[in-house]
Each structure stands twice: as structure tokens, then as C-alpha cells.
């Protein structure tokens, strides 16, 4: 099984639903915001929890691939931008938690969740970043995914995904930016550079198309989540939408895609492609990618390395509250 057995109440029609479901549906029809203290189905809120935290944890978890390339950056400029690149993916899943918190999930929950392997993180990042190129393809085709999929999130239902999503969308243009940078320059660079940047392009093409989930037919939580406006377009939607703004992208580079199908389609206004391999996807997200173990480990290892940290801020706050109560008492 790969998908999450969240108990939704199912797409109902409005005749089949309660009052107040069908009072919540009108509200998200007419396009309203949903806010946390609200009343909203269950399944509303499982699905919210999942696809936040997921969200989150892909934003932690994508650290890791960039920051393995942090001490290793080119020149001093391009290590100051990957550095603040990460950090803003740190902001992103803190900021994320906290949307998912308004939900009554706690963060320890979450990422017990996360390292218990229950829940997910976007399956492009059990993929290795093997040299400085990866770094290029990463800012340009993952960021790019990633904001194809997140423009519209700022849409979403939901009130503290959709703000969320406003600030994230912002950086991740600037991420995007700075990715196609480094691809211009190694295209434009030596025929090594060069090669390289193309070998980036075959390795990370299909793991990014992967990055918008199965195709429709297979996407258990598309119809019900885009009923909600959880989701505003299919996964389909959206990988044909980064096709056929990447493909002149990488024509600009003089890279070519990996790709023997592409081709531009007239009467649909866009490019026929070959589809990712399936399998590998299905591979990957259910723990068997080639750094998913790496990528775990390393998540396992940092929360609890901070154990003793968490542990003193409590202690600190508990110290703290019982000096103000004592002098409270004194001032009795
Ligand atoms: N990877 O019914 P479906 C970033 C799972 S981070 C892993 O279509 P849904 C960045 C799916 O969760 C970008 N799992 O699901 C950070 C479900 O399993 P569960 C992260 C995937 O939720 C640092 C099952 O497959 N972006 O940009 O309707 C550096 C069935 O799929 C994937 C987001 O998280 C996948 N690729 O649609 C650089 C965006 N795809 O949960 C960059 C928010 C599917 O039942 N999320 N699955 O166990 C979404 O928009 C949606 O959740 C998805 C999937 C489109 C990803």
C-alpha cells in the first residue's frame, strides 16, 4: 500500500451531506477561507495535516541534498547563496509546521511520524546531489517543480497553508533563479562543464515529473482534495504545465531533454512527453530510493543529538514559571 488510508467523507454529493457539510462546502465553493478555530469536516483536517506536514518535512528533508554542497561551493558567492538558500528551506518547514499545528497536531507528533517512516517527504530527495551541477539542476527543475505545484497552494482553502504559501512561492522564485545561474554558466563553460550540465539535466528530468504524484488515474486523494480546494489542480495538470515551461528553458541552455518522445503537440497546446518510470516511483516512496535510508538516518541523528537541548528549554521554562510563582506568593 502506498498511500495513507485518511478517512475522508468521501466526495459527496450536497444532497448527501449533513447540514453542516454542506454549509462548509458552499463556503469553500464560494471560494472562502477556511480558518483553524472553524468547524470543518474531519477528514478536512487528516487530509490538511497530512499534506502540510508531508509539505514540511519535504522542505527539512530537501536540506540535505544542497547542504552536502554547501562547503564545497565554487567560489565564495555562490557559497553565500546556496546558504541562505537552505536556510530559507529551513523557514519553509518551520513555517509549515505551524500551519499544521492550528490543525491540534503537535510538532513532536509530526516528526515522530516523519522518522517512524508513517509519514511521507517529496521523493526527490532520496535522489543523490553528486557534483556542483546537481546543485544547478536541483535550483532549476526541483524549484521549478516545486513552485509550479505551490503557485496555486496560495489558493488553497485552507487560511494558514494559503499565507504560508505566498511567502514560500516569493523565495522559491529566487531559488529557481539561482539554480538556472549555475546551469547557464556550466552550459556556457568548458565542453566538460557542459557535459556535465547535461548529465545533471538526464538524472534529475525524471525524478522531478515525479515530483507531481502519480498520474491522475492513480492519485487516491486528487478528487476529494480538489473538491475541498486543498488541491487546485491535478497532479497531470500541473507536470504537464512544468513540461512545457522547461523545455524552452533547457533550449536556451543548448541542453536536450532525455526525453525521445518530446514533442510539441499543436492541437493541445503543448508537448507530448514520455511518462517517469512508475515503478521506480512507487519504489522510492515506499523507502526503497537510492538515499532514502541516508536521508532518514541523517533526520534521526539530528533530533536526537537535540534531545538535550529540548530537554534544557523545558527545564528552563519550568524553572523560570516556578520563580515566578514563588515570588508571587512572597509578594501575597
Ligand atoms: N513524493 O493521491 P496522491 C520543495 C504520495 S519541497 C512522495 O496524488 P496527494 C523543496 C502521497 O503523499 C516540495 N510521496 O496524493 C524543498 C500519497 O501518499 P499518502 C514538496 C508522494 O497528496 C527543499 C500517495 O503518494 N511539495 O519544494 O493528493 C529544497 C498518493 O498520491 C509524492 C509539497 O509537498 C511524491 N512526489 O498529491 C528544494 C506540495 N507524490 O500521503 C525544494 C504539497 C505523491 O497517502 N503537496 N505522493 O501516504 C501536494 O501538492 C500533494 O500532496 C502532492 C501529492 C501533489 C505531492
Redesign the pocket.
Known sequence: M???L?KTEGTKSLEEMTAEERAFQERIDRGEKIEPKEWMPEGYRKTLI??IG??AH??IV??LP?GNWITRAPTLERKAILLAKVQD?AG?GLYLYCAAETLGVSRDELMEKLHNGTM?????FNYPTLNWADIGA?GWL??GA?IM??VP?QRTSFGPYSRAMIRICKE?SF?QRQGYDIMMKMAAGTPEQKAMAQDALNRFWYPSL?????SDKD????TQ?MAWKI?INT?DELRQKFVDQTVPQAEYLGLTIPDANLKWNEEKGGYDFSEPDWSEFFDV?AGNGPCNKERLGARVKAWEDGTWFREALVAHAEKAQARRMASKVAAE
Open positions: 502506498y498511500a495513507q485518511v497530512r499534506q508531508q509539505h519535504s522542505e530537501g536540506q544542497e528551506e519553509h511521507k517527504y517529496s521523493s526527490i536541483v526541483v524549484d516545486a505545484n505551490q497552494l522559491e531559488h515525479m515530483m507531481f504524484g502519480p492519485s487516491v486523494h486528487s482534495s488541491k497532479n516512496i
